[in-house]
């Protein structure tokens, strides 16, 4: 194997299974990472409990759900490292050394601390010490690996500024002379979403209008039939224009070029109709969506390959991040 270049290191909450919005925002960025660097992906279940505290169930029901969720999309266990957070203890450990080096101000001012609390206000208290450490367990995450680019949406940025002061704040504290000890991660920052929902908004679970990763083929004929298109054009005689289509920018990314352009010709030309439009569509998706699938049904006729996967992966972070622990303590002089 030749030499990845960067480490990089991410991770996604445990909150039920990803839809296509999720392949193009974010595991579509993970595929192309892990063919050139050293990429360690995980499940944050730890992250999950700052809110579902309460219902903790629920995390461990969808942590095997996310794995074949990127399996089957192309994650390949070879060519990274998939592992569950929980099941590597350095991540709690130096998340508490970290914590003792980041001033409250800091989290107290974070905004997505701020919006998340917000949106939550009201169905469930978050006025608790692990939600405003949300960053500083998610810095923990990163540098723990020394990783140096963090593929994340652009929610994400302000929780990643902090990764690098709280890095910065140890290696200013710890190793004043000599080369920074922690390396100060950049963001790789994914698009915001390519793939609107269904009906236009940004695709979401709770507002029913996406498709997941894991749809099934006949799901897909009635959920392309409701789709919205370009309003202004009523009949099929109407020219319509494709970029304010709300499908259009579903074969952009699913439908081969070539057949894009016929498409586009067609429809500001009103010699193709929406439910032609539609019908190619489908094909596309079902193209897209079939070795999705056909992984999946591998993984879940064989649930001790997942747990194998994982644990394997569990295993090569922690080799990783053991080391890093040895330096950390070396560094804090808690070596005794
Ligand atoms: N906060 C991230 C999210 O909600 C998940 C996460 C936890 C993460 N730790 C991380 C992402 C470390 C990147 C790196 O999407």
């Known amino acids: 194997m030749t030499a990845k270049k960067e480490c990089i290191v991410s991770g996604m909450r445990p909150t039920g299974p990803l839809h296509l919005g999720h392949h193009f925002g974010v595991l579509a960025n993970w595929l192309e990472l892990q063919e050139q660097h050293d990429c360690l992906f995980f499940v944050a279940d730890w992250h999950a409990l700052t809110t579902e505290y309460a219902d903790p169930k629920k995390v461990k029901g969808f942590v095997p759900g996310l794995v074949i969720d990127w399996i089957a999309a192309g994650l390949d266990p070879d060519k990274c490292i998939i592992f569950q957070q929980s099941k590597v203890k350095e991540h709690a450990e130096l998340h508490l050394l970290l914590s003792m080096l980041t001033p409250v101000g800091w989290l107290e001012r974070n905004p997505t601390f701020k919006d998340v609390a917000a949106e939550l206000a009201g169905q469930k208290d978050l006025a608790t010490y692990g939600f405003l450490g949300y960053p500083v367990l998610m810095a923990a995450d990163i540098v723990l690996y020394r990783s140096t680019a963090v593929p994340v949406g652009q929610d994400q940025l302000?929780?990643?500024e902090l990764t690098r002061e709280i890095a910065r704040r140890f290696?200013?504290?710890h190793c004043p002379e000599n080369a920074p000890f922690f390396p100060e991660p950049k963001a790789l920052l994914t698009e915001d979403a390519k793939l609107p929902g269904l009906d236009g908004r940004k695709m979401s679970k709770s507002y029913g209008n996406s498709i997941a990763l894991g749809e099934p083929l006949e799901n897909l004929a009635p959920k392309l039939k409701g789709m919205l298109t370009d309003k202004n054009r009523l009949r099929k005689s109407d020219a319509g224009d494709p970029d304010v289509c709300n499908l259009y920018p579903y074969h952009k990314?699913?439908?081969a070029p070539e057949k894009c352009a016929e498409i586009r010709e067609g429809c500001v030309s009103a010699s193709w109709g929406c439910v032609?439009?539609?019908?190619?569509?489908?094909?596309?998706?079902?193209a897209f969506l079939t070795p999705i699938h056909e992984r999946r049904s591998k993984l879940e006729a064989d649930p001790d390959r997942l747990w194998h996967i994982l644990e394997q992966g569990n295993a090569r972070a922690r080799v990783r991040a053991q080391e890093t622990?040895?330096?950390?303590?070396?560094?804090?002089n808690f070596d005794f």
């Open 171 to 173: 290696n200013f504290l």
């Open 325 to 332: 622990m040895e330096a950390v303590r070396k560094a804090l």
């Open 253 to 255: 990314l699913l439908t």
């Open 158 to 160: 302000p929780h990643l």
């Open 276 to 286: 032609d439009c539609k019908k190619v569509l489908h094909e596309s998706m079902t």
